[in-house]
């Protein structure tokens, strides 16, 4: 056990850089982490934020539970007078998904985003001070991806002043909402609006469901969960749910009227704001995905990481630093270098493009203020994009964490099992990953067709201005060390882009329409949008290598990791660099050359690397993943646990197992 305990801290001793400081970085500000390391020892101190049972209990178990802790968030939030930045951090680490997350991640901001002011002053500190609770219901049994095909009606009633609201076939029932199931009193609802006989499309409502004060549904409503979802734990706790109205009246005023309104006489009146911004609530929501990607891939590379350090398997015997003999650390293996480190580099690269997003979002809704929506296309395609190229990454490299970790990988007390059951519908809520990535292309094509017209391209698409050098560069790399130039990287990723995009654009016009062309060709455009995401997420990790970075070494790790994050996309991407000409088949060869030697620069700084993502024991819920890297006899502990090891014999031997064995003894007696 000792020895066991002695591997990390040999381990933290090798570190070539201050983890106090890349603590910082990786929170944002000294203030982040200030603010979160208190949360977070606050929520691991407390026995009422135990989750450690929940892959043994039940649905019901499990759901009733979530609904205690979040009604003591609520408490300690209030108890301790809480800011809103602090009660995200409480609620963050609780880590337990249940109708909060809904309430404050897409009621509040639905509402925030396509209310008037009027609107909002009623609304707001209703929901704010949780004297309603809120659900966002757009999904239908029948249609998510394509909103415009939403069925639920909303139909002007002049005489009363009010809208019907209605459900007027089965697919048209509200479908997945969380928190919807058992617990929210209200919905944002969005419905087709009709007025004077004709259909305006969908519109948001703020709908009543369940009575205040004996959580009945209304009449005319009906309402309930819509069943287990994948996993042991993870979604089950939360209450995603079906809804389907019978003819529901709702006074007229709860349209959601900043984007267009009904007037009493039930005309429809456009406002000077652009229609999109009814689904701001999408755009709000996608960039915290992104950094909630990077945060649930972060955690699985830690368990992984510091499992990898622990675990040895096979010689040549090395002696360890008592002079004992000792296995091969598995993290020594270069093929788990070379699945492990591209992870970490991932999640490091992530978190950066998670703070760029969150700038970009931030900036646009200051534009929106002042009336000026010019930069809300990119930003829908930045949080499409990015939501969807960070939620496939981070699922599949936790699923490749789990594998990382051998057989004690699958282990519920692994934690991982639960993390990917948890983080893989982030591929599909917020908007299927390739629905979005063709959101994407879209924007590209319509960038590209734009060039012609003169029109000069901003933003993450300024590199495109530049398409006549990007076409036919050629990549100036002639030795290994050539890779680590970032102008070269950065010129061979945007090359790839733009190759990727005009070929898409010039084959879309051998078609007889657009959308015939955009249908035969949609698996190149997602091609193209990908390589269009990753060229954001390259260069914001090098933008952010040029901020001013202090501490010991900490700017020549975040180096390395960007290194890898790069390298490794060209090896992975390997197609597509070489058929655009963007890179020859003697530079790729340097190309992995440089990522193995990367990965040997970084070794002896993995754990610490890992270290300064600052989670605690109770967060990271895994017992590999442990801080003092104590494993076996945790594992053992934890084995002792399962309520099967309650009884030295188990239920059902005496009418399962041993009439079987009797009668088999008897059969061979005969
Ligand atoms: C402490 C806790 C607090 C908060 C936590 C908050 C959140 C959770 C965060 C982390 C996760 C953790 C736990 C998760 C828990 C629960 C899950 C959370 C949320 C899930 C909720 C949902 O899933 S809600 C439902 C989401 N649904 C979708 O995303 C549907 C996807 N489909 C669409 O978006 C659209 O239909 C479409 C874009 C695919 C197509 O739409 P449409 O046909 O109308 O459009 P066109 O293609 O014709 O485009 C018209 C033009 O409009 C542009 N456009 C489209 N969308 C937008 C937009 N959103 N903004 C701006 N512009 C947009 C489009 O590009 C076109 O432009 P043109 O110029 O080309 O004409
Ligand atoms: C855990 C979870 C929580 C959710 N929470 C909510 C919530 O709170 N509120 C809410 O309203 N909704 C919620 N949803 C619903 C979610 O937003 C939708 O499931 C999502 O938008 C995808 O839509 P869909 O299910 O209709 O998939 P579909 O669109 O039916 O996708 C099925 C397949 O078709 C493909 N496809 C669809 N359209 C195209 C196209 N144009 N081109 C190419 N391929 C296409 C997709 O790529 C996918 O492979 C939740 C979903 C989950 C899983």
């Known amino acids: 056990m000792e020895r066991i305990m002695d591997h990390l801290a040999h381990e933290r001793s090798k570190a070539q850089f201050s983890v106090e400081e890349m603590k910082i970085i990786w929170a944002g500000s000294l203030h982040a982490f200030q603010v979160s390391d208190r949360i977070a020892r606050l929520v691991a101190s407390d026995p009422g934020f135990r989750k450690d049972n929940r892959a043994v209990l039940s649905r019901k178990e499990l759901f009733k539970s979530a609904l205690r802790k979040a009604a003591y968030v609520w408490k300690r939030i209030n108890e301790l007078a809480l800011s809103e930045e602090e009660a995200s951090w409480l609620r963050f680490y609780v880590d337990e998904l249940a109708y909060a997350y809904i309430h404050w991640g897409m009621f509040v901001p639905a509402i925030k985003g396509s209310a008037t002011e009027e609107q909002q002053q009623k609304w707001l500190p209703l929901a704010n001070n949780m004297q309603i609770i809120g659900t966002y219901a757009q999904t239908e049994l029948g249609h998510g991806s394509n909103v415009r095909g939403l069925e639920t009606t909303a139909t002007f009633d002049q005489e009363t002043d009010e809208f019907i609201i209605h459900s007027p076939t089965l697919t048209s029932s509200k479908w997945w909402p969380g928190g919807l199931g058992k617990v929210a009193t209200h919905a944002v609802v969005y419905a087709r609006l009709i007025t004077d006989g004709q259909d305006y499309g969908v519109h948001g409502f703020l709908v009543q469901i369940r009575s205040l004060d004996d959580h009945f549904p209304l009449p005319g409503v009906t309402v309930g969960d819509i069943g287990m979802k994948f996993g042991s734990g993870a979604f089950n706790s939360i209450d995603n749910g079906f809804l389907r109205f019978n003819h529901v009246r709702i006074p007229r005023n709860q349209m959601l009227m900043k984007v267009s309104r009904v007037t009493r006489q039930g005309k429809y009146v456009e406002s000077n704001v652009p229609k999109q911004l009814l689904y701001g609530a999408m755009v709000y929501v996608r960039q915290i995905i992104v950094a909630d990607a990077s945060i649930a891939l972060s955690r699985a590379v830690c368990i992984a990481t510091r499992y990898s350090a622990v675990r040895r398997q096979f010689g040549p015997p090395h002696e360890d630093e008592n002079g004992k003999g000792v296995e091969t650390q598995v993290i020594d293996y270069k093929t788990q270098q070379s699945r492990l480190f591209p992870l970490l580099a991932s999640a490091y690269a992530f978190r950066f493009v998670g703070e760029w997003l969150k700038w970009l979002y931030t900036d646009l809704i200051q534009k929106l203020e002042a009336n000026d929506f010019s930069t809300l296309p990119e930003a829908h395609a930045c949080t499409a994009g990015l939501k969807s190229l960070t939620t496939s990454a981070a699922a599949d490299g936790i699923k490749e964490c789990w594998k990382l970790c051998g057989g004690h990988g699958y282990l519920s007390s692994s934690g991982l099992p639960e993390l990917y059951a948890a983080f893989v519908p982030a591929c599909t809520y917020e908007g299927d990953n390739i629905v979005l990535l063709l959101q994407v292309s879209r924007f590209l094509m319509k960038t590209i067709s734009q060039l012609q017209t003169g029109k000069k391209p901003i933003g993450t698409t300024a ?10 560069c050629r ?97 992975k991407h390997l197609g597509d660099f070489l058929s655009t000409g963007s890179i020859s088949p003697k530079q790729a060869s340097l190309a992995s050359d440089q990522l193995r030697s990367r990965y040997s620069k970084l070794r002896s700084n993995v754990i610490a690397l890992v270290d300064a993502f600052n989670y605690t024991d109770h967060f990271l819920g895994s017992v590999l993943g442990r801080y003092d890297g104590n494993v076996y006899p945790k594992l053992y502990e934890e084995a002792w646990k399962d309520p099967l090891n309650d009884s030295i014999v188990p239920d059902g031997y005496h009418e399962y197992i041993q009439p079987l064995l009797k009668q088999q003894l008897q059969n061979a007696r005969l």
């Not at 698996?523 to 090098?542: G, R, T, Y």
């Open 475 to 571: 990549c100036t790399v002639q030795k290994a060390e050539d890779w680590l130039n970032p102008s070269v990287i950065l010129e061979a990723f945007e090359a790839r882009a733009i190759r990727l995009s005009v070929a898409c654009a010039e084959n879309l016009t051998k078609f007889a329409t657009p959308l015939q062309g955009f249908s035969e060709l949609s698996p190149d455009l997602v091609e193209a949008a990908v390589a269009h995401c990753q060229l954001i997420v390259v260069s914001k990790f090098i933008e952010k290598l040029q901020q001013n970075i202090e501490g010991n070494g900490v700017k020549q790790q975040l180096e390395t990791l960007c290194n890898i994050y790069c390298l490794n996309l060209i090896h």
């Open 463 to 472: 590199y495109m201005a530049h398409v006549e050098h990007l076409i036919q």
